[in-house]
Each structure stands twice: as C-alpha cells, then as structure tokens.
C-alpha cells in the first residue's frame, strides 16, 4: 500500500503559489535626474537644428533649380544714354571736307581679287597633281625594283621524310626564299636560310618561271644562319638560265638613318611579298666567334615566319633578314646583318674554303679603358669557348690582346683580318695584357688555329 506525500488540494500554503507577487512602492525621481535629462534633450535639439540649417542651405539652390522658383528673373539696370551723343542726326551741314571711302592699301579690286584666287587655286591644283604624280611615280619604281628581283629571288622547298600519329610516312615541304648570288660556270649558287634546309632530304629550287630543279646543300655557316646551295647548271633549262640573273651585294656601310629600303623574299612570310621601310638607328655592332657583324633596325614589321633579303631602291643587297640578333629594344621591329659584313663569310662559302678558328670572342675596348690598364690599343676577351685553340693555348676571359705576331691588334675586325690571313694548323702568337695583380701584366702565348667548317 503506497503513501501518497502530495500537499493536500486543500492546504492554503499550496494553492496557487507560484501566482503570489509583492508589490513595492513607487520610487520618486530625484530632481538631478531630472534636471540632466532635460539638459541633454536640449542640447540635442540644438545639434538638431544646427545639422538642420546646414542641410537645409547646402540643398536649397539644387532643390530650387529641380522644381523651380517664382524668383524675378535677373535684369540689368536700366542706362540712360550719354548726353554727348544725340538719339537723332544733326541736320547742320558740316565744316568737315568729304571723303571718299578707299580701299587700305595693298588690296585688289574685286575683279583683281578673282583673278589673284583663280591663280592661286591653279597653281595649288598643279601642286598637288605634281605630289600625286610623283608620289605613284615613287611607288611604281618601287614595285619595278620588286618585280625585277624576281628574277634572282627564287622558292626553296626543304622535302622532309615525317610520320603521322597512325605511323604512315609522309613527305613535309617546307618553303623559304633563296637569292642567287654566284654564278661559277660549272654551279648556279643561291644563298638561303640554314634552319629550313640543314635537316631536309630534299632541296628543290623554283625559279621565277616555275621550273622546278633538285639542289644540293654547298655550306652553311652556324653564326649568321647563312646556307649556301647549288644547282649544277646543266641541270637547269637554258630558257630558264637566260632569265636568272645574279644579284648584286652592296656596301652597308653606306645605310644611315632615314635610307629607303625593301624588304624582298618573303619578309612577312608569303613568298615573293615585299615590304617597304626605312633604316631607324645606326648600326650597333654584334660579336660572334672570331668575328662581328653589323646589326641594323628598320620600322617594318617583324614577323616570326619571315625570311629574305632588304635592298636599296636599286635593287642591291644591303643586308639579310635576322631573328637572332634581336634585344628587347628592336623586338617588334625587322632586324637585318649589313651585307658588308657578311661578305667575307658567303666568299668562304662559295670557295668552300674553311674559316680559321681560334674560339673566342672578342670585343672594341674604348680609349678610356685601354688608357685605365696602361695599353695603347687592343682587343678585350669577352669569352673564350670550350675546347677551342684558344682556350688551350692559354689565354682566359678578361684578357686584352695587344698584338698577334707583333703587329698591333687596333680593333676586332683587325683580329678577325689576321685570322683569315692564316690557315688552319698555322701557329699565331699571342700578346695579352691581364689585369688581375695575381699573375704577370703581360703575357705571350702560342696557339695552333683550328678549322671551322663551312661544309656540311
């Protein structure tokens, strides 16, 4: 039997307690209270207004301009007119001599004046025409210089054996320009881009009207991108020879700022295009192995697939289209080698005769520097290649040569003149100044020239 311990529903203590409140008295409000409540209402409708105002006059005009005001329009004040000046003419005769209204000086008559337009108009229409003329006469000489490089500018196709992602072989053809340069009574040689025809198993040649002959490459050389092909001259057509002619190589020496120039081959990658521009700084000069060409720029576009030579307005070759001596000043501009520079190099490759090879690369030194370290003249030593005769026979980068089989070394063209004065396997002598307190100032050395080849 349970125990119920529940309140009784009846007990007064238990019914409805939790409903049981007190209720305290009313507090009065202090009079600082009061007081400081009613200070800060104040204060804060005198910010109030202050903000109000401001608003108010900052706004005022741009509301009145929107919607409009019933403003008096803005008048000046009325004048009177000056007593010294009568509202009517007099009508007493005047003391004052007549006189005629003239024309200033200087001036024609009206029929004068006509006259005087019509010539000046005359005259102007004839300058323009003559400019017009002589302008199309400009261009058209231009394009006859085009047309008429034609007949040594021909197509060289590269045939390359490839195989397609199904392994089936396939003939590439490749086509670039080529110019023809030589003529040797027993070949046809045509100067053309190294990097399109070293690999080829193939080498065609098409000439202006389109016949197409088998070539062979003759030499190349590694420095300026340069290859020479050839084309036995029995193999070419007779009506196809008498059109060939040889082009002519001109002196670069002669290009400067401003000159006129064409761009032939296929400069903007079409073969047989041709692009106009001019020369746009003065030759900055590139070192290469054992020698230096001269690099110029011009304003014509630069195109990644062109190729070709640029002539003067008379056809003759100034210089050869280049990408690899370009630098982040010339990088959107076509860049081209000076023909007279190049000249040595392309005589070596049509006599197969091999470039000396010492293997270094030297540099002009300025009369400052040459005056710092105590010489009258000399070359400085910019870099010594690998394995070459040079680094065996002992000379290092930082090295200035003074003289080479005691003749003075004035200038990098005059080393590389000495070199191309000897064979391969002579002995040269060496004279180097070197700065370094370490070893001795001055220092004679041996070394046996190499062979650079030109053949492939």
């Known amino acids: ?169 396939f003939e590439k053809t490749d086509a670039s320009y080529g110019v023809v340069i030589a003529n040797n009574e027993s070949e046809l040689l045509i100067m053309a881009s190294k990097d399109k025809i070293e690999n080829a198993n193939q080498i065609r040649v098409t000439f202006r009207n389109n016949t197409t002959v088998e070539a062979e490459l003759y030499a190349y050389d590694s420095d300026t991108g340069i290859a020479m092909i050839s084309i036995p001259l029995e193999n070419i057509p007779e009506v196809t020879l008498d059109t060939v002619v040889v082009a002519a190589l001109g002196d670069s020496y002669q290009l400067s700022v401003g000159t006129p120039v064409l761009a032939l081959g296929c400069p903007n990658g079409y073969m047989y295009s041709m692009m106009i521009g001019f020369i746009t700084n003065k030759c900055t000069e590139k070192y290469i192995t054992d020698y230096k060409l001269d690099v110029y720029n011009t304003d014509m576009d630069e195109n990644s697939y062109g190729e070709g030579i640029v002539v003067n307005v008379e056809g003759v070759i100034m210089g050869v289209i280049t990408h690899d001596y370009k630098d982040e000043y010339n990088a959107d501009s076509m860049t081209i080698l000076g023909i007279s520079k190049l000249k040595p190099i392309i005589e070596d490759m049509i006599n197969k005769r091999p470039r000396t090879y010492a293997g270094i690369v030297v540099n002009d030194i300025t009369g400052e520097y040459a005056k710092a370290i105590k010489v009258e003249s000399g070359v400085y030593v910019a870099e010594v290649l690998a394995d070459s005769p040079a680094l065996e026979g002992g000379l290092k980068n930082g090295d200035v040569i003074t003289e080479i089989d005691d003749v003075p070394i004035a200038s990098a063209i005059a080393y590389s003149n000495i070199l191309r004065n000897h064979e391969p396997g002579d002995k040269i002598k060496v004279k180097v100044k070197r700065t370094s307190k370490k070893e001795k100032p001055e220092v004679t050395f041996t070394i046996e020239l190499g062979k650079k080849s030109n053949k492939k």
Request: include cysteine; glycine fraction near 2%; aromatic fraction near 8%.
């Open 1 to 169: 039997m349970s125990t119920d311990n529940r309140p009784d529903s009846s007990s007064e203590t238990g019914d409805y307690s939790f409903m049981q409140e007190k209720v305290l008295p009313k507090k009065k409000r202090s009079r600082k209270k009061t007081i400081k409540s009613l200070a800060n209402t104040v204060v804060l409708a005198v910010i109030f207004g202050l903000i109000s105002s401001c608003v108010f006059h900052l706004s005022n005009p741009y509301f009145d301009e929107l919607f409009g005001t019933d403003r008096e329009p803005f008048v000046f004040p009325e004048t009177s007119p000056s007593p010294a000046i009568s509202e009517e003419p007099s009508t007493e005769p005047s003391t004052e001599p007549s006189i005629e209204p003239s024309k200033p000086s200087g001036l024609a008559t009206e029929s004068e004046d006509n006259e005087d337009t019509d010539a000046v108009i005359t005259e102007r229409e004839h300058l323009e025409l003559v400019t017009i003329k002589e302008y199309r006469k400009l261009y058209t000489l231009l394009a006859e210089v085009h047309e008429n490089s034609k007949n040594s500018v021909v197509t060289v196709s590269s045939v390359t054996d490839e195989v397609d992602w199904l392994n089936n072989p």
